[in-house]
């Protein structure tokens, strides 16, 4: 690996995959790191590039794909197949050349768009491997920073909170330029991917439920509420929600429901993919993050971990913030920016109902320790401390998971 590389977590993934699958597609919001990704790791394998920006490239797969093969896939064990969902007829080439035998890796910020138009040719032939901006502990490593001194360490947990994990902003220089770099990439992404591919034409309508998006995040999606607020059908409200999660731009959080009765069962939370873009949205860049805008980063690290995220919800106002299911162990996780002195509501609630051994209190500031409710150990940590406990290599008082 070069030196100016910063290892991504997923290659772990890539590594145990890359002998199982002919084909493997890597999909993620724009200068995520997709292709710088793959660019490295194929120095370590025979691999080919090809980016089907080139129109000579472009041409030839659309028009004489066997001559394409010759010309530019012989002689490699792997062929990188940049963005080539974009040319005629994608999905039927690239079967034949799976067919043929050949190992591809694709690029895609648009699963929808490569869904549609590759992978539904290549059915139990292709995994999808998810790559996000980068987490915090790839943050550290783009920084060459080493844990220890608290300040500092607080100090890149807040740059990370507050500009986000785009690599070009991560890597840049100067809080105004990174600022500059995330509005260049806002208006690529909504202005030509998530318009052009999603056939919107109404941009502003969209800019307008972004902004909406950004100033309500982690509240419960209520159609009829943003339609009132911002004049847009319901219709149009869901087609642009699905053009934004399917771009990477917004995630959603579903309920966690064992009761129908008691829980709500529909409606979805809605976050940002990254915090840096929510802040730029919202124009809130602030020295102390606001309670949601951290709850908002800690439900994207815990997706860039690979947890499956719910919420759950009483129709009575019990709520937690997140809830992580895994070999049926629950762990119901409340975020707050001050550590409290007590365990909320909430928590207790989740706690009295489903018997979980732990839970987690994870502050932004405050003291770490632990307590009891019942026969339930609730962790008061921070990010850190969250990441340790969830951490497969935890010692003691590890969550277990």
Not at 15 to 22: A, E, G, H, I, N
Not at 157 to 165: D, I, P, R
Request: with cysteine; glycine share 6%.
């Amino acid at each position: 690996m070069s030196k100016s590389f910063v290892s991504r977590e997923v290659m772990n993934k890539f590594d145990s995959l890359v002998s199982v699958y002919p084909a493997i597609a890597l999909v993620g919001a724009r200068q995520a790191g997709k292709t710088t990704l793959l660019k490295e790791y194929s120095k370590t394998k025979n691999a080919g590039y090809l980016l089907f920006n080139d129109l000579d490239i472009r041409r030839l797969f659309e028009e004489d794909v066997k001559k394409f093969e010759k010309q530019y896939l012989e002689g490699y064990d792997y062929s990188i197949l940049d963005e080539v969902h974009y040319c005629k007829n994608a999905g039927n080439n690239i079967k034949y050349l799976v067919d043929s035998g050949k190992k591809l890796w694709i690029t895609s910020s648009s699963e929808l768009i490569l869904s549609r138009e590759v992978l539904s040719y290549l059915v139990g032939r292709v995994t999808i491997i998810k790559l996000y901006p980068f987490s915090l502990k790839e943050f550290f490593n783009a920084k060459n920073f080493k844990e220890g001194v608290k300040q500092a360490t607080e100090r890149n947990v807040w740059e990370h909170l507050t500009y986000g994990g785009y690599p070009r902003v991560v890597l840049s220089e100067g809080m105004e330029l990174k600022k500059n770099i995330l509005s260049d990439l806002y208006q690529t992404m909504i202005l030509k991917d998530v318009t052009n591919n999603f056939s919107i034409r109404d941009s502003e309508s969209l800019e307008l439920l972004t902004k909406y998006l950004s100033i309500n995040i982690g509240n419960l999606l209520v159609y009829e509420t943003i339609t009132k607020n911002l004049g847009i059908r319901a219709k149009t409200i869901k087609k642009y929600l699905s053009a934004l999660e399917k771009s990477y731009f917004i995630m959603k959080v579903r309920p966690y429901c064992n009761n129908k009765n008691k829980e709500i069962i529909k409606q979805p939370k809605i976050y940002f993919v990254d915090t840096g873009m929510r802040n730029l949205v919202a124009k809130s860049f602030n020295d102390t993050p606001e309670g949601k805008t951290f709850e908002n980063y800690i439900a994207a690290e815990l997706v860039k971990g690979g947890h499956e995220l719910k919420y759950w919800r009483t129709k009575s106002g019990a709520e937690v913030d997140f809830v992580i299911e895994k070999d049926k162990e629950l762990l119901p996780i409340e975020v707050k920016v001050t550590n409290p002195n007590n365990v909320g509501k909430g928590l207790r609630s989740f706690i009295e109902t489903y018997k979980p051994r732990k839970a987690v209190i994870v502050h932004y500031e405050g003291e770490e320790k632990i307590v009891s409710v019942g026969n339930c150990k609730v962790y008061h940590t921070d990010i850190l401390g969250l990441k340790k406990l969830l951490s497969d290599n935890s010692k003691k008082d590890s969550l277990g998971l």
